[in-house]
Structures are given as C-alpha cells and as structure tokens.
C-alpha cells in the first residue's frame, strides 16, 4: 500500500520505475556497458557457451515436452482407472512460499530465486550482444515478495536475426541456469562430508540397546563377543547381522561413546509393543510378523542406504527426490549421515540454488510460449519450414504444452 503513495508523491515512472499490482520494476540503461565487456571478452568462450545454448536448448525442449506428456497421460490414466492408495505425485510442483516452501526456508529460497533470475537474464542479455542483438536496458523487479532482474534486447532486431543466432539467444538463459545449478551442486559437495558409522535415532525400552544406548549415538561396528567385528556402514549392515543372530548371543557393539556387550533378547511376538524412546520424545511400536527366529538387539536406524563410496550420487538423487516431493520441505540431504563444513543456512542457500535453478531451467525449456522453450521451438520450426508456418506450429505446441502443465497441477493440487 505505500508503493501507491511514493509513486504519486515522487513520479516514480520518471524516475525509471514502473507500478503495477504485485509487480515493482524498474528498468535502467547502467550495466549495459558491462554486458558488452563480458561479451567481448572472451569472445570464443561466449561463442561456444552460445552454441553449445542452442544445442541444449533444443534437446531439452523435446526432452521436458515428452516427459510431462507422458506424466499427464499417466494421470489421466489414473483418473480413468484409479491405482491402489499411494501413487506417486505430479511431474509439476508449484513452488509457493508458506505452502509447498515451509516458512523458515522462505530466506535462502528468496536469495536462490534472484540467483535464478539473475543467471539468466544476464546470460540472455550478453549472447544477445555476442550475436550483435542491442540490449535496450535491464533492470530490477519484485513480484510480490519475489526478486528478479531482467534484460530487454531489441525485440526488431531479435526478428530479423537469422535463426541460428535466435536460438543462442533463447538457449543462453535455461542453459547458463542448468550450469549454474551443477556449480552449486559442486561447492556443496565440497562442504559436506560424511559420517561414520550409523546414527541411532531411538532405542527401545526394556531391551538390552535400552540399557546402554541412547538416541543419538552412532554404531560403528557389530560383532560376536569374541570374534572380529563388522564395520557398520549404513542400515543394511547391521540387519544383515541381525538376521544371523539368534536369542541369548553374546555380541558386543562398538559406537561414539564407547564399547557395549549385549546378551539378545528374543524378537518381539506379532502384535507386542514396546515404548520408542527418540530424541522427539516416546511412542509406542506394536510389531508384526517377521524376523521371530532372531536375536532383538532394541535399536531403531533410519532406513537411508549411503553409498559411502558414491557421495556425489547420493547427495544429487536426495536433492532430485527433494525437487520432486509434493511439498518442497527442508530435506534433500540426509541430515543423519553427512556432517557440514559450513553454516546451516549456507547449506540450505546451495541446495535451494541449485534446485531452483536446476528447476525453473527446465521448466523454462518447456514449448509454451513465452517462455523460452516456446520460442526454441518456432526457431526450430521456422528452420524446417517457413516463418509463418512456425508460428502456427509454436500456436498449437503452447496450446497442448498448456493443457499439458494443467493436467500435471490440478493433480498435484488434487
């Protein structure tokens, strides 16, 4: 409401600045210096980056287009002939601050999105000029609680530029955003590292775990009292020594906080509960049917295998489930077997850069214009026919791209 008020006291509009509900920009001719200097030097570099845009550029629009069709046809599929409760979600998340991005990740969610807008505008805007394409200005904006930045090229010129140089163009933004994601990715990786042994996320009572171990330990080696220990690397390793194990074994447990011996009790009978004591508090677990005939050593492991040799896959495929979730919460990187170089918050900013921009990216290769994806494909189209035709070819493909990003959203909202 005071945006309103400066704008008539202080004539915003001449000053650059141009109102609109939700939305504040203003546009500038500073920096446009500086995006002919990046331009121009290296001059080969931005060559390649231009034309390695536009390879990608078209790849990853047939790409995005195929996959969201096929996740639309399987929705559809699954309105017409329901599957059994638990299907998997959308390919489409809305990104929403205080909805699907819980409210404490709104700070490092922000700063990523500006990064986004960032990286791509000002690669839009200096292949642009590589190309000879003129930038008429650039600027800031807020769209609603969001920040941004943009560039303007010369929309004649942008016309009358041959094909090839229009596809570097629109290409430079998705794929400068797509690099830059993976970059972060990079320094993330290089601020992580992992733990050892497995952490305890709770112990029950009444057991033998119960009397000596405590949540937030972590098990570092298993074996038979007597014998040469198993290192314990993740969940796995332990169940397989449980299930060799059998009631009254004498078996000792190596950990953070010391060595235990433990003699096992029998497996809890179908049905029996035993109190869960976690650092959350208690709860009660009632047991089903399965492993009777082992030893019960009473203590609860979070089921995240980690390929302890393969970080970079595992922190990259926790990130993708993490992108793909129905709620963009604060996961993404298993907080029970990696340890941080760097603050929290710093941890957070990386992961949420590196997924948005990873994200919108794609998102953006989509062949719905205006966005990016729509007008590589009227360049591809005009390529292969004429410009007219392209037109009427980039109509019906934004059409079926619609209809295919509502089907993918009224699921996810659904």
């Given at each position: 409401t005071a945006i309103p008020l400066i704008d008539r006291r202080y004539d915003l509009k001449k000053r650059g600045f141009e109102v609109a509900p939700g939305l504040l920009l203003w546009r500038t001719k500073r920096g446009l210096g500086l995006l002919d200097r990046i331009a121009s030097s290296p001059k080969r570099l931005w060559e390649v980056f231009g034309i390695a845009g536009a390879a990608a550029g078209g790849i990853l629009t047939v790409t995005v287009f195929l996959n969201l069709t096929d996740k639309a046809i399987g929705i559809i599929g699954a309105i017409i002939s329901p599957p059994p409760a638990g299907g998997g979600v959308p390919g489409v998340v809305p990104i929403v601050p205080g909805w699907t991005v819980p409210l404490g990740m709104i700070p490092p969610f922000l700063i990523a999105i500006a990064t986004v807008l960032l990286v791509h505008e000002s690669a839009h805007g200096i292949v642009a000029r590589r190309v000879g394409i003129p930038v008429k200005s650039a600027g800031?904006?807020?769209?609603?609680v969001i920040p941004g930045a943009f560039v303007e090229p010369d929309e004649e010129k942008m016309k009358k530029s041959p094909v090839s140089e229009r596809l570097q163009v629109y290409g430079a933004g998705p794929f400068?955003?797509?690099?830059?994601?993976?970059?972060?990715l990079g320094i993330l990786l290089a601020l992580i590292t992992p733990l050892p042994g497995l952490y305890v996320?709770?112990?029950?009572?009444?057991?033998?775990?119960?009397?000596?171990?405590?949540?937030?330990?972590?098990?570092?080696?298993?074996?038979?009292?007597?014998?040469?220990?198993?290192?314990?690397?993740?969940?796995?390793?332990?169940d397989d020594f449980m299930k060799d194990t059998r009631p009254g074994d004498n078996i000792f447990v190596v950990t953070d906080s010391g060595n235990f011996r433990f003699t096992l009790r029998s497996y809890p009978a179908p049905g029996e509960s035993l109190t869960l004591i976690t650092e959350g508090g208690n709860v009660s677990v009632a047991f089903g049917i399965g492993g009777e005939n082992n030893g019960f050593l009473g203590v609860s492991t979070p089921y995240y295998p980690v390929p302890k040799s393969k970080i970079a896959v595992d922190v990259f495929a926790g990130l993708i489930a993490f992108w793909k979730s129905s709620g963009l919460a604060g996961g993404g990187i298993n907080r029970y077997s990696y340890d941080y170089r760097a603050p929290g918050?710093?941890?957070?900013?990386?992961?949420?850069?590196?997924?948005?921009?990873?994200?919108?990216?794609?998102f953006n290769l989509l062949p719905l214009k205006p966005l990016d994806g729509g007008h590589i494909a009227e360049c591809l189209a005009e390529k292969a026919s004429s410009r007219s035709a392209a037109k009427k070819v980039a109509t019906v493909l934004s059409a079926i791209s619609l209809s295919v990003l509502v089907v993918n959203l009224l699921a996810w909202v659904a």
């Open positions: 800031l904006l807020v769209l609603a400068a955003n797509i690099l830059f994601g993976f970059l972060c996320a709770g112990v029950f009572d009444n057991t033998p775990a119960g009397e000596n171990l405590r949540p937030g330990m972590r098990l570092m080696e298993v074996g038979y009292a007597g014998e040469p220990g198993i290192e314990i690397r993740d969940y796995r390793d332990l918050f710093a941890i957070d900013l990386l992961k949420w850069m590196f997924v948005l921009n990873l994200g919108i990216g794609l």
